[in-house]
């Protein structure tokens, strides 16, 4: 069989780049979004079918892509705890359940955690974003150290959804994106996804 890739939040944006990448490749796509697959309620017993059944395919290799995320913007102080709880729960509890759950289904699994410059540089108005990002890279460094394939991958300014939801935002900086976006500095998911799926595919 051929190669595996499971995508979560291929709906749009970076994640749909990479599931077109990954099949002009040649690799096989499982789609893991919304309704169906619902970081705010992961629901395990579904997931943990999901990989069973494409392990029965027994694809050479499968790599996990860890893509879908949320972004709150606001000042560290406005959150309540509902807020903070579906943010950590969305970004970290659920990716790192969903990437438990496919690594016992499969013993050669690799991870591709899609990550961001934020997990390392602090922003002002990003703190529970911040946190997540630099939490998953934590994660994926240990899952690492036991043996397993990562690939830590940080793609970026891209031009998505995300970064007009950052331009639309009040935050100290908020003037660096929209410079980026008026000076025709930021990457298109399609390159962006061309490169990664590259480093992952040449990958022995």
Sequence with gaps: MANLAIIT???RGLGKALKQEFERVG????????PAFDLSAIDVEKLDLTFRSLRSE????????NNAATQAIAAAASFD???ISLEITVNVTSPIIAITTFLR?????EIANVTSGAA????????LYCAAKAALEGYVRAVEAEGRRVFNLNP??????MQANIRGSEFPGVQDFIALKKEGRLRS????????????????
Aim: hydrophobic share 40%; aromatic share 8%.
């Design 9 to 11: 939040g291929t709906s």
């Design 27 to 34: 690799w096989l796509v499982a789609e893991l979004n919304r």
């Design 58 to 65: 027994n694809p050479d290799r499968a790599v996990f892509v």
């Design 81 to 83: 705890a509902t807020e």
């Design 105 to 109: 289904n499969f013993p050669n699994g």
């Design 120 to 127: 390392t540089k602090p922003m002002p108005h990003w703190s």
């Design 156 to 161: 970026g300014v891209i031009d998505t959804d």
């Design 189 to 204: 998911s399609e390159a962006v996804a061309r490169n990664l799926v590259w480093m992952i595919d040449r990958a022995e």
